[in-house]
């Protein structure tokens, strides 16, 4: 087992309340996104997670906090910043003393690095390693104790396409093994393929907390594109159901109803049609609308041409 239960974190800066509340599970066998813009407090509810920031409420790994667990690496393993390494020491031997630490053989240090792709430069000082190779090397000190747990704030910032694709398919993986990952992403297109369950933030405030369809399908921007010769008697029919219709060339773009009632509502109006696709919102889009990102990151002072 590897539940993860948070319960009214909370942090404070002065007057600013960063993190305010908040409260969710993270269960075995799923992979749980965090998301939140720029600034909501992610990075700084995981280190309330961790213990690594005073604040307020508690969280549990399988009922004991972080402080508590002997050998935590053994239980949870965490990547909270980029290149979290001695520059000069090599990236087998800063692994190799995470593990004396942990009491973790030697030998899963070379295990971790042939399964993170740092075999080659596993003797080379981490100072000249990329960003993307730091962040392998962080990883592989995640995976090092062979945890339950694993809490991870932007792991893939700085890989590649095919890195980020290798870091999908392992945490998938380890999530299928019954582990317990929760990870942090900017990067929402990967995240919607990735994750299981989110938890969505918006100013240290907890906004959505469940799974990615869910999440997706309460977005009111999802919609329902209709093709039909008899627009002018399917538009009163659509508007009676409170329907939002828009044009798009010969495609009525109608929101606020589903695809049934469309066709029942065209049935009973007497109208053709030729073509009734629905198109759910994205994970961005629902993102942005849950956040209010769309007008709060708006610039004051630049009209839409990118002038001032």
């Not at 539940?3 to 305010?20: M, Q, T």
């Not at 627009?231 to 329907?243: K, R, S, V």
Request: charged fraction near 20%; aromatic fraction near 4%; glycine fraction near 12%.
């Amino acid at each position: 087992m590897a539940l993860i239960e948070a319960h009214a974190l909370g942090k404070s800066y002065g007057a600013n309340r960063a993190v305010d509340e908040l409260s969710f599970v993270v269960h075995p066998g799923s992979v749980t996104g965090f998301l939140g813009p720029n600034g909501s407090g992610k990075s700084t509810t995981m280190r309330l997670m961790l213990g690594l920031d005073r604040g307020d409420g508690r969280t549990t790994f399988d009922g004991k906090a972080f402080s508590e667990l002997e050998h935590p690496m053994r239980h949870v393993g965490t990547l909270l910043e980029a290149k979290p390494f001695h520059p000069t020491r090599k990236a087998r031997n800063h692994l190799r003393m995470l593990a004396a630490a942990n009491r973790i053989p030697t030998s899963r240090v070379d295990e971790v690095i042939e399964l993170v792709g740092l075999a080659s430069v596993s003797d080379g000082k981490p100072r000249k390693f990329s960003l993307g190779m730091g962040q392998r090397l962080g990883i592989a000190a995640a995976l090092l104790g062979d945890p339950d747990t694993l809490i991870l704030d932007e792991p893939s910032n700085g890989l590649d396409p095919q890195g980020i694709t290798w870091l999908r398919n392992l945490l998938k993986h380890l999530a299928g093994e019954g582990r317990s990952v929760f990870v942090s992403s900017h990067l929402l297109q990967e995240m919607a393929v990735l994750a299981d369950q989110l938890v969505v933030i918006g100013r240290g405030k907890m906004l959505a907390n469940g799974a990615v369809d869910d999440f997706i399908s309460h977005s009111s921007l999802g919609a329902v594109e209709v093709r039909s010769p008899d627009a002018n008697l399917l538009g009163p029919a659509l508007d009676a159901l409170g329907a939002t219709v828009t044009h798009d060339e010969a495609t009525l773009i109608v929101r606020g109803v589903t695809a049934e009632q469309i066709g029942d509502a065209a049935h009973d109006a007497g109208a053709r049609v030729h073509q009734l696709v629905t198109r759910a919102a994205t994970l961005e889009e629902a993102f942005l609308e849950a956040t209010g990102l769309s007008e709060e990151f708006r610039g004051s002072g630049v009209d839409e041409g990118g002038h001032a």
